[in-house]
């Protein structure tokens, strides 16, 4: 068994190796440890010193041949250099997912409110900031925070879409602004741009999220150097003529009782792949909206093109074959998950396929050429279905998933067995490494179909662990409840599990293998670890006391090896800071951390005070009628950022606000006096009164409270 990613056998075609580029050769700090096997490809190549793409190569692999930090020198790895002058001054602080790029020693990243840094990658010096101005009551729209995932980088030109849905050119050696246009095709629906664009040849190719929010999915390709429309796909049917000949294929699995005003969902928020030999453009496409398909469609199918990986001809933008993961999804199983590309020997045949673990719980791998399923195995505890047919690639969707007669326990939860935190394929190893979590939620039908403005409205009730034993929600032979992640490496060809890393805790985050044998991780618990490939063993691991989600990157220049990891914790609605999570510990915000070998110590930042207790802001008990409604409004619109009392989450506090904020209540919520900083207004949801009954429930919670502590 081995593979070669198609750029790397153009590499080797063309000559380009190592010894004849102009960088100088890796310096040799111990001898890689000897392999259980041969590696195919021992040599660095030119490529190899920067990381110029998304997953690196456009076969999104996520691996480097680079081995300067290996299995002997590893415990070396220190701080090279750390950049933290984010751009978030009068901002509430938010996560970081993004991956950076590296070209001709200049490191592009991005941070929250979609502003771009162009650093020097040798020392951190900030070479410019592009701001795109984001307004922050537009933090309101986006389901899972104000993040970004990335920039993307051809000839002189950087990528990339602000949350508010612009997708902009930047010149890559001024930061200078080359042309923006507006992507979405609709300002008034609650769509944003938290992913990295692609590069696709001449097309620079983006998506969108919103699902949980009600719109409609769909994909857009511009020209990289004039920003102009070449062509738009969009994943669902809409209520209007069908723009394109897919779309009336994709409408005949929808019922004639569709809800189209809920907007039908299937957003590409994520991946998307490039093949540059095939042409073809792979795009993991999002979950419904609403969630439950009996609240969507109720007397439809299979809802095309929702959950489902599409491969575009990326000139004509046609659909040449679809592959859907969760067909009539209710679950929120997005195929969003990160998409890569590898040529594996199966069954004697060198196979050009596509690997994707969605968040339903099966890791596919598909023939990306025609479409065809190769194989199918669960790499977390699944109950929703009862494995993958063969022969027709559907899944046997099990009754115990069916939460439209009474609620139901499903493995996974909505967070998925894998979510956006990419995964790597490494060269050396032919394992993916897969940062895998394992949660059931509780799903249950939310009565009512009102379509509320900018709110999250998927019209399902989730809840996660723990269950009662007897809970009559839970499946026949259900698996014990956990809340769990760990780094699972997986053998795409046999299907298996090779090894599994302990418990880290919630969650951790997205995967670099490298030809030193290593796979570097981060996690919620602010610890960085690098692992064994082969054996799964903790090599080492580094305490920055921030909380890591997005996945490292690794580049050398002048001889030295750099490990590159943006840290801060937020992300995913509700994103609480719970026992164990360093942003509980200690203050969170944006880093980018930069390690070589010999390098110094990491800084931990301070822990946090416990802020004392402002007075009460006014005796008066509201009517209990006013504290109920309250209530129902914050659970309705505050409590996505703003967590329960005791649960704290970065947001500000509720249930403990200087008496100044009081007084301006109205305006804070109403008119959105501090909208920059991220809190929106929602006068058009909210009148003065259901404001007051907020307040309202916020005072008497607080009061009842105190009392309790007396
Ligand atoms: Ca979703």
């Known amino acids: 068994m081995r593979s070669i990613t198609l750029n790397l056998l153009a590499i080797l075609a063309s000559g380009a190796l190592a010894a004849s580029c102009g960088d100088a050769a890796p310096a040799k700090t111990g001898a890689p440890q000897a392999d259980p096997r041969p590696s195919p490809n021992a040599s660095i190549l030119a490529g190899d010193f920067d990381w110029p793409l998304h997953g690196n190569t456009s076969n999104e692999t996520r691996f480097s041949h680079l081995n ?8 070396k790895l220190g701080l090279a250099w750390e950049y933290e002058d984010f751009l978030v001054r009068g901002r509430t602080h938010r996560g970081m997912e993004a991956t950076p790029i590296v070209r001709d020693r200049t490191m592009f990243f991005t941070g929250p409110w979609s502003v771009v840094y162009a650093v020097d990658a040798v020392t951190g010096d900030e070479k410019w900031v592009y701001d795109p101005g984001v307004d922050g009551a537009w ?20 990528f990339v879409g602000t949350l508010d849905g612009y997708l902009v050119s930047i010149d890559a050696e001024s930061g200078k602004e080359l042309w923006k246009t507006d992507t979405l095709i609709d300002r008034s629906k609650s769509y944003t741009i938290t992913g990295a664009p ?5 097309l620079i190719v983006i998506g969108n999220g919103g699902a949980e929010l009600g719109v409609r999915g769909y994909i857009s390709a511009y020209h990289y150097a004039s920003g102009e429309l070449a062509w738009r796909f969009f994943t669902v049917p809409g209520a209007g003529p069908d723009e394109h000949a897919e779309l009336a294929e994709a409408r005949k699995t929808w019922g004639d009782q569709t809800r189209f005003d809920l907007g039908g969902g299937g957003t590409v928020w994520d991946s998307m792949t490039y093949d540059d030999t095939a042409g073809l453009l792979y795009v993991g496409v999002g979950n419904g909206s609403p969630w439950p398909k009996w609240t969507r469609d109720p007397g439809g199918g299979d809802n095309l093109y929702l959950s489902s990986i599409l491969a575009i001809d990326a000139k004509s933008g046609a659909l040449k074959w679809h592959y859907q993961t969760t067909p009539g999804d209710s679950w929120d199983y997005t195929a969003t998950q ?51 047919d063969p022969e027709t690639g559907r899944p046997r969707i099990s009754d115990s998933a069916l939460y439209d007669q009474g609620a139901r326990v499903v493995w996974p939860g909505t967070p998925g067995g894998h979510n956006w935190q990419p995964m790597a394929f490494s060269e050396k190893t032919d394992l993916v490494y897969i940062p895998v979590l394992e949660m059931p939620q509780k799903f249950s039908l939310q009565e009512g179909a009102a379509a509320l403005p900018h709110t999250v409205n998927t019209k399902a009730n989730v809840k996660a662990p723990p269950f009662a034993d007897d809970d009559p929600a839970l499946p026949e032979q259900a698996p014990a409840p956990s809340m769990r992640s760990y780094l699972t490496a997986w053998d795409p060809v046999t299907q298996k599990q090779v090894w599994q890393s302990d418990d880290l805790g919630w969650w951790s985050g997205g995967a670099l293998a490298t030809m030193g044998g290593l796979v570097f991780q981060g996690a919620s618990d602010g610890v960085f670890r690098v692992f064994d490939d082969t054996t799964g063993d903790l090599l080492h691991s580094i305490d920055f006391g921030t909380g890591i989600m997005a996945a490292p990157i690794t580049y050398q220049i002048d001889g030295v090896q750099y490990v590159a990891i943006a840290a801060g914790y937020g992300g995913a609605q509700n994103a609480r800071f719970l026992p164990g999570m360093a942003a509980r ?22 822990r946090r005070e416990a802020v004392a207790p402002f007075p009460l802001y006014t005796e008066a008990i509201a009517d209990p009628q006013t504290v109920a409604l309250g209530l129902s409004l914050y659970r309705q619109y505050c409590g996505r950022c703003h967590a329960p009392m005791g649960a704290p989450n970065g947001y500000p506090d509720l249930w403990n606000l200087p008496p100044s904020t009081h007084d301006a209540f109205q305006q804070i919520v109403g008119e959105g006096v501090l909208a920059y900083g991220g809190m929106a207004g929602f006068s058009d949801a909210l009148n003065e009164n259901e404001i007051s009954a907020i307040q309202a429930f916020i005072i008497d919670s607080q009061q009842k409270q105190r009392t309790l502590e007396k």
Not at 341 to 368: S, T
Not at 586 to 603: S, T
Request: net charge neutral; aromatic share 6%; glycine share 8%.
């Open 68 to 75: 300067q930090i290996n299995r002997q020198s590893v415990t």
């Open 139 to 158: 933090a309101r729209r986006a389901c899972c925070d104000a993040i970004n995932r990335g920039a993307a980088l051809k000839d002189s030109s950087v």
């Open 198 to 202: 692609r590069i696709a040849g001449d």
């Open 338 to 388: 990160n998409i890569i590309l590898a040529d594996l020997e199966i069954d004697g045949v060198l196979r050009k396929v596509l690997m994707q673990a969605p968040k339903n719980g099966y890791f596919y791998v598909l023939d990306r050429i025609t479409g065809e399923l190769l194989s199918a195995e669960n790499y977390t505890p699944v109950t929703w279905a009862g494995g993958i």
């Open 585 to 606: 510990e200690r203050e969170n915000y944006e880093r980018l951390i930069v390690l070589k070998l010999d390098g110094a110590n990491v800084r931990t930042p301070p």
